[in-house]
T-cell receptor, first 109, second 112 residues
Framework: GQNIDQPTEMTATEGAIVQINCTYQ??????LFWYQQHAGEAPTFLSY??LDGLEEKGRFSSFLSRSKGYSYLLLKELQMKDSASYLC??????????WGAGTKLIIKP | IAGITQAPTSQILAAGRRMTLRCTQD?????MYWYRQDLGLGLRLIHY???????GKGEVPDGYSVSRANTDDFPLTLASAVPSQTSVYFC???????????FGPGTRLTVL
């Protein structure tokens, strides 16, 4: 079966660093996406990894290990506006996204 | 229009009624998708369209139908609504199946 696992909720402090992990098992693999979703809003694209390694984009970085079926999203210099859910999604062999349930990130002052 | 729009924003519907959720994009994207999002679950694909004139079934298609008469519009129809279809519905589009998806603002549907 197809499965995406990520923690339900995480708490971090403003200014700190947090790593959100995601493991995936899908029928085929064509890349791993991360999206951000603020409460009551639509998901917005953060990053896409298809090759192993770290992709850095400002305060956000995303890592992929295809052999381990593992990815993480790293958020640095946390700001209150980073309080949101972070969704991990794997693109399967049919080019359909299989989504995790999301990780709710709570930022405390 | 800039991006992708959905209508209505929210709706309360009696069980057994027919309802069409509208979705329009102006980005000339080939692919469009309908998802439902329920608390504690990931986004689940209902139907998709890789290009105008074609549609396909996703993970949870039962009770829903779609059409793709042109590039811009991708309506989702509930033929006879049931309470289990209470959810937030998101429409999304992308240049192709390999590209990032852009989401509409969502429709919050309650079926009583």
């Amino acid at each position: 079966g197809q499965n995406i696992d990520q923690p339900t909720e995480m708490t971090a402090t403003e200014g700190a660093i947090v790593q959100i992990n995601c493991t995936y098992q899908t029928s085929g693999f064509n890349g791993l996406f991360w999206y951000q979703q603020h409460a009551g809003e639509a998901p917005t694209f953060l990053s896409y990894n298809v090759l192993d390694g770290l992709e850095e984009k400002g305060r956000f970085s995303s890592f992929l290990s295809r052999s381990k079926g593992y990815s993480y999203l790293l958020l640095k210099e946390l700001q209150m506006k980073d309080s949101a859910s972070y969704l991990c999604a794997s693109l399967d062999s049919n080019y359909q996204l299989i989504w995790g349930a999301g990780t709710k990130l709570i930022i405390k002052p | 229009i800039a991006g992708i729009t959905q209508a209505p924003t929210s709706q309360i519907l009696a069980a057994g009624r027919r309802m069409t959720l509208r979705c329009t994009q102006d980005m000339r994207h080939n692919a469009m998708y309908w998802y439902r999002q329920d608390l504690g679950l990931g986004l689940r694909l209902i139907h998709y369209s890789n290009t105008a004139g074609t549609t396909g079934k996703g993970e949870v298609p039962d009770g829903y139908s779609v059409s793709r008469a042109n590039t811009d519009d991708f309506p989702l129809t509930l033929a006879s609504a049931v309470p289990s279809q209470t959810s937030v519905y998101f429409c999304a589009s992308s240049e192709s199946g390999m590209n990032e998806q852009f989401f509409g603002p969502g429709t919050r549907l309650t079926v009583l």
